[in-house]
Structures are given as C-alpha cells and as structure tokens.
C-alpha cells in the first residue's frame, strides 16, 4: 500500500524505515535525538521520528509498538503502551519512550526504539438494540472459561 510520507529530518533519508525482511511487520523508527538520552528508572521522554504520514484512508491506522528485545532486555517500552495513529493524522511520528526497568538506560541519536506497523480498521455505526441475540459466551470473561 502507497503512503504519502513527509520526511521531517534529513537523517532519516540516510536510514529510510524499511522492512528488515519479506515477512516483516513492522517497520523500525529510529531516534532523533541530537545526543544521548539517558532514561532513569520510571521515566517517559517523548522522542521524535523525523517522519509524518498521512494514511488518509480511514480504512487504515498505524500503531506504534515496543521494539521486543529493548522491551524485554532493557524495560525500554512505550509510555502510551500502544501509540495508534489515525488515519488523518499529519504530524510528526512522536515515540512516547518510558523506562521501566530498574536501571537507566541511555539512547543514542537515530538508534531504533519502537516499530511502525500498518493495521485495517473498522469504523464502527451504531444499532442500539434493547437485548443481543443469544451467544454461547454471553457475558462470561475474565477466566470463566478456566484454565487447562
Ligand atoms: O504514540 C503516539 C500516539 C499518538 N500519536 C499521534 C498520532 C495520533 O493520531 C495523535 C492522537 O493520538 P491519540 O488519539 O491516541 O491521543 P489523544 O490523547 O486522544 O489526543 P487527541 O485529542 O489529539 O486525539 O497523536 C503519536 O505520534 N504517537
Ligand atoms: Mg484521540
């Protein structure tokens, strides 16, 4: 699918987000930061991209999602947990960036912190009704299915 994308800072056409493979779904951002970033324990800093899409079809969102191994090695996660990008959103990719891990951890400038994948959407219109037609859940959750 086409996207139209505004590059907002001229290191990103150095280290254009691509798919690292084929089967790739996400797309890496990278930092632009103008020195190292160190985050403390607990702490969220909101970083920028250096690239704005415009998805226009609304159709369509992006979401921004943690990177698995900064996650899980490093507590390097999103402060948001999901950043979703609407479909008319036009300004600049921001990466809310949250430690929370037990140490700092330092970001270098253009490193990759989180990843960019394109998602369809359904837009919901609304049948307000008095009962559902019966379904074999109803309104059992949370585990009331048990657990082997
Ligand atoms: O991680 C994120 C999350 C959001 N956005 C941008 C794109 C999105 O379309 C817009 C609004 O996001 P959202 O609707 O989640 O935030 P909000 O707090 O509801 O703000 P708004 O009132 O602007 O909708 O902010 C980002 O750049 N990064
Ligand atoms: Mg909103």
Do not use: C
Request: hydrophobic share 40%; charged share 20%; aromatic share 4%.
């Amino acid at each position: 699918m086409q996207v139209d994308v505004k590059i907002l800072d001229p290191r990103v056409k150095e280290k254009m987000p691509a798919y690292a493979t084929a089967g790739s779904a996400g797309l890496d951002l990278r930092a632009m930061l103008d020195e190292p970033l160190t985050l403390a324990p607990g702490e969220t800093k909101l970083i920028k991209t250096g690239l704005a899409i415009h998805l226009a079809d609304p159709g369509y969102a992006a979401l921004i999602l943690p990177r698995s191994g900064l996650g899980h090695k490093h507590g390097i996660v999103l402060g948001n947990l999901v950043g979703l990008i609407d479909s008319d959103y036009q300004g600049e990719l921001m990466v809310s960036t949250w430690n929370r891990g037990k140490d700092s951890f330092t970001i270098e400038p253009m490193e990759r912190i989180a990843q960019l994948v394109i998602v369809p959407v359904v837009q919901m219109q609304m049948n307000i009704v008095e009962d559902f037609q019966a379904s074999d859940r109803g309104a059992g959750g949370f585990g009331s299915t048990g657990k082997s």
